[in-house]
């Protein structure tokens, strides 16, 4: 396994022609990819999108973040592709809204509709960095003297988890808005790996077999692809 490089950009890759896919796109909408959203909004304006926009100019609804091509789809079904129809599929801060194991089937459907030589690139929240961060400061806290610590920097960090990361509030609300799985680069390698994927390894922010990767990637975070063989 082999990270691409170092510097921003493509790299030399013979990625197969054929349907880009950007899944759990939010309102990021690039023109040459099919996007696609599961929330009640991208069915909205994907199903009726009179309807929204008459709701827009009522003042009941802010402007929706989807343009009308938006294709709406509930990742936790099968994908709507057929076997070996896709050339590359990208999801940036998307995986970690699944409970594992509907993460795991996602992925291997993920491969059963690329083409050989078709790219997965998945962009996380990297857990390891969130610990990591959250020992220096506990280390930083622990080396003063009692009375000089700021204790409000660890329960900061201690709140983020419990508010907004591990939390599983049941219902509508947990669609899509918080985290169901934490994810790092062990993890994820291992996830590509155990649902088919070949020449599996962690990315660097921007560097990719897939060309245009700079138009719709925006986290610097744990970032993995593999190849379908
Ligand atoms: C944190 S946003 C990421 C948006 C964008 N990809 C980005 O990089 O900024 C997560 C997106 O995943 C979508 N999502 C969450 N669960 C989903 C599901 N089960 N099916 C389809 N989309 C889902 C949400 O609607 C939301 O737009």
Redesign the pocket.
């Known amino acids: 396994m082999e990270a691409l490089g170092h510097h921003s950009g493509s790299v030399s890759y013979p990625l197969p022609r054929g349907p880009r896919v950007?899944?759990?796109?939010?309102?990021?909408m690039p023109k040459g990819w099919i996007n696609?959203?599961?929330?009640r909004r991208?069915w909205l304006v994907a199903h009726a999108g009179g309807l929204d926009r008459l709701l827009v100019r009522l003042g009941l609804l802010r402007a929706a973040p989807f343009r009308p091509d938006i294709i709406h789809?509930?990742?936790?079904k099968p994908l709507p592709w057929a076997r070996d129809s896709l050339a590359a599929i990208y999801?940036?801060?998307?995986w970690e809204?699944?409970e594992y194991e509907d993460a795991r089937r996602l992925t291997e459907e993920c491969h059963r509709v690329l083409m050989t030589g078709g790219v997965l690139r998945l962009?996380v929240p990297d857990g390891v960095e969130f610990w990591e961060n959250y020992l220096a400061i506990f280390r930083e806290q622990q080396a003063r003297e009692p009375e000089a610590r700021d204790v409000a920097r660890l329960r900061r960090h201690v709140r983020m988890y419990f508010d907004d990361i591990c939390t599983r509030p049941p219902g509508l609300k947990s669609?899509?808005h918080f985290h169901k799985w934490q994810y790092d680069e062990v993890q994820l390698v291992d996830l590509f790996m155990r649902c088919g994927f070949k020449d599996v390894s962690r990315q660097t922010f921007g560097v990719s077999r897939i060309p245009d990767i700079g138009i719709?990637e925006?986290?610097d975070f744990l970032i993995v692809e593999g190849v379908k063989r």
């Not at 696609?36 to 929330?39: A, E, Q, Y």
């Not at 789809?73 to 936790?76: A, G, I, K, V």
């Not at 999801?91 to 998307?94: P, R």
């Open positions: 950007n899944l759990g796109c939010g309102p990021v696609v959203d599961g929330s991208a789809h509930d990742l936790r999801a940036g801060e998307v809204h699944f962009c669609f899509g719709l925006r986290s």
